[in-house]
């Protein structure tokens, strides 16, 4: 069992920036894909990003289309934990943001954390 806490959400203007942190225990951090994805009102679960660590300094990572350039995923093994740097919000980034964590040879998600809120007001 992986256990996720999120952390970071809030209320933002247009044009602000938040970080979300994801804290995880339960199973070796380093081994997991690490992921975030938001569900807005009325819409589906979207992927936001997700980043794996290969050993080393080496990290593999994805985001969704309409993150790219502007937010980034990373993590730090010895802290447990997933962040996620989000700049230059919009509106249209408002959502509940979730974490979650697979093992690599399993391609589905099947820990998710709680959620936590992000406003971003106009």
């Known amino acids: 069992q992986v256990q996720l806490v999120e952390s970071g959400g809030g209320l933002v203007q247009a044009g602000g920036s938040l970080r979300l942190s994801c804290a995880a225990s339960g199973r070796t951090f380093s081994n997991l894909v690490m992921g975030w994805f938001r569900q807005a009102p009325g819409k589906e679960r979207e992927f936001v990003a997700d980043i794996r660590w290969s050993g080393g300094s080496t990290y593999y990572v994805d985001y969704g289309d309409s993150v790219k350039g502007r937010f980034t995923i990373s993590r730090d093994n010895a802290k447990n934990t997933v962040y996620l740097q989000m700049n230059s919000l919009k509106p249209e980034d408002t959502a509940v943001y979730y974490c979650?964590?697979?093992?690599?040879?399993?391609?589905?998600?099947?820990?998710w954390g709680q959620g936590t809120q992000v406003t971003v007001s106009s």
């Open positions: 979650a964590a697979r093992t690599i040879v399993t391609m589905t998600y099947g820990y």
